[in-house]
């Protein structure tokens, strides 16, 4: 194990921001996360479980030590006719694990197709896309409590999953380490039963007619889903972003019947508990945010709920722009928007 010092992480956030760490290293075992743990570079320093950086903003340079969870491996721990556990390492790339289950024909992560990140990142905010989300096949987790050391077990209840939120992102921030993740998935193989797909989410139906697909499969909601994030969203690695910068707000049913008419074309999505969610980038849009640039930070011309680095922005001008944008919503709509990436102060 080797503990970098003065670390760049500009290539390791998807927002590109120039900042480095204090310390830096890899851990691709518990083992090694063992070791970390004795040494004073680690110990008596600020912490940052670091990922795949896509759904971080950093506000500096991080004065302490930055881990980046690389514990690799993908396997199958059990199978029972249809039902297949699949558990992968922290490290291992989320879309690479997808990618690895739609070669067996398990069935489960279709709709998460090409979401970035990594394994380990997924339960902590739940990530979801196309009425699917990580809730849906968690089965449980292994952790490293960073103060003790001690690799704990937590099952899918444990975890309390949400909208875009978990316990790792409330009670437990920046306590744990997760090592492995572990699945619950339906082996298409060797299912008797038809597999419900999920096609009527957004533009999942039309594009799949686009592609021709008369059969559905794994294969083929997949790849519509990638075709659909690909046109709608900016790829990093051309313009920085943290995807989905804000949730969307959910508001009491009194709050939108009011709202409603005053704006009777807002798109809303009523749910079962009374409340009704509209799109966040519906309410930046009406602000006239989108495609707004603020210095080398911007709101995305197609996608206003996607914050933008032009190139050389701090993460402190895109927060900046954030708050501004928070601003705007509470004063025209009286809805607060929260943050879904993370600040790493
Ligand atoms: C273009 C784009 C599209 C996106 N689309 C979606 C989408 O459709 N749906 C969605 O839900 N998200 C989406 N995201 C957000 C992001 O990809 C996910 O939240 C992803 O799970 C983050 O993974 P990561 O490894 O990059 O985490 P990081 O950004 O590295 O970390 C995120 C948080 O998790 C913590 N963390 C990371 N790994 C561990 C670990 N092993 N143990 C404990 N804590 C850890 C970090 O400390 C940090 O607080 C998108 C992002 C981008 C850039």
């Known amino acids: 194990m080797m503990i970098e010092k003065n670390k760049s992480l500009k290539a390791l956030n998807t927002f590109g921001i120039d900042v480095a760490a204090k310390y830096f290293t890899e851990i691709r075992s518990v083992e090694e996360f063992q070791e970390l743990a ?19 903003i950093l506000t500096g340079d991080f004065d302490g030590c930055v881990v980046k969870n690389a514990i690799p491996g993908i396997s199958v721990v059990n199978e029972t006719g249809m039902a297949v556990t699949v558990k992968a390492g922290a490290g291992v790339g989320w879309h690479d694990l997808v990618l690895w289950c739609l070669d067996k024909n398990f069935g489960g992560f279709e709709n998460l197709s090409l979401i970035p990140g990594l394994v380990g990142a997924a339960p902590i905010q739940n990530i979801g896309a196309y009425g699917a989300e990580l809730k849906d096949t968690l089965l449980e987790l292994e952790a490293i409590e960073i103060r003790s050391g001690a690799l704990t077990k937590f099952s899918a209840a444990d975890c309390a999953l949400g909208y875009r939120d978990s316990i790792f992102k409330r009670k437990y921030q920046g306590q744990f380490l997760i090592t492995s993740v572990s699945f619950k998935l339906t082996n298409l193989s060797t299912s008797k039963i038809p597999y419900r797909y999920q096609t009527e989410y957004g533009d999942v139906r039309k594009t799949l007619d686009e592609m021709k697909v008369q059969d559905l499969s794994l294969t083929a909601v997949s790849e519509a889903i990638c075709r659909i994030r690909r046109a709608k969203l900016p790829d990093p690695k051309e313009l920085g972003n943290a995807g989905s910068f804000f949730k969307n707000p959910s508001i009491p049913g009194e709050s939108f019947t009011a709202l409603a008419s005053a704006y009777p074309k807002m798109p809303h999505f009523p749910q079962k508990n009374g409340r009704v969610k509209i799109p966040a980038g519906w309410l930046i849009e009406q602000c006239g945010w989108k495609g707004k640039r603020a210095g080398r930070a911007g709101a995305h011309k197609e996608q206003a709920l996607v914050l933008v680095n032009y190139g050389g922005a701090t993460g402190k001008e895109i927060l900046e722009l954030s708050e501004a944008i928070q601003r705007s919503v509470k004063e025209k709509f009286g809805i607060e928007l929260s943050r879904e990436v993370n600040v790493v102060q």
């Open 38 to 56: 004795g040494d004073k570079r680690f110990s008596d320093e600020k912490k940052l479980i670091l990922g795949g950086g896509s759904n971080i």
